[in-house]
């Protein structure tokens, strides 16, 4: 399969997998740049069952170049398109005892500078210091997020579990799902490939049942320029 199929696969279900991003060599070394990070700052959440950096490469800037191979980036251009942006990120680790999990729900808000009354963005939220609202659908629809995964991941350590083509129907609440329709797909990913996904798409995470752990980067990418005076938070240019 080719990055033409793999589009056609994110644009019709909402969703691809593509594996071997990474070699053993390139996870290593963003591993120990993780490793050695200075986890007493606001964005670190740290529990038994999940340790989470929020605006993490704002947090880790030196694993960007890491990152950024030149699988990545043709993989951003060819799939996304031109004028691509990160826009968010966050670094998730689920111990191998774990029992977090993530019901069903889309991706609705986006994280910005600063909190401004504009028509058709709201509500409003704040984590961790950060503003966080819910724009209208086309910023959404703009948006691909790359899930990164660190560690192989299947339905037995929290791999992500999703509706195929729910990212098609707009704003689609978990508790109206008609089971009768739709399907479910565990999106299996070995080590060091990756997860595309529509932020409508509906996902969700199972708790950890074999003791392995999963360690994913979650990043955002947009084309959008917001309206003023908002800014995207965490923009950086690839």
Known sequence: ??????????????????????NETEIEAILDVIENVD????????????????????????????LLNHKLKEIIA?????????????YFDKPGA???FVAYHQDLTISVDQK?????FGPWTVKQEQFAVQPPLPTLENIYTIR????????NNGALKVIPQSHSKQIYRPETINWNVETEVSCN??????????PLLLHSSGRTTNNNRRRVLHIEFSSAVLP???????KMEI
């Open 98 to 100: 774990s029992n977090w």
């Open 228 to 234: 003023a005076p908002l800014q995207w938070a965490e």
């Open 148 to 155: 990164i995964h660190l560690d192989a991941t299947d339905e």
């Open 189 to 198: 990913v070995g080590q060091g490939g990756l997860m595309i996904m529509k």
């Open 39 to 66: 986890t007493t700052n606001d964005t670190f959440r740290k529990s038994a069952d999940l340790f989470a950096i929020r605006q993490f490469l704002k947090e880790v800037p030196n694993v960007l170049p890491l």
């Open 78 to 90: 060819t799939i996304f398109g031109e004028n691509y942006f990160i826009v968010k990120s966050i």
């Open 1 to 22: 399969m080719d990055l033409a199929d793999y589009k056609l696969d994110v644009e019709n279900n909402g969703f691809t997998v593509i594996d071997n991003i990474y």
């Open 116 to 120: 401004a009354n504009i028509e058709n």
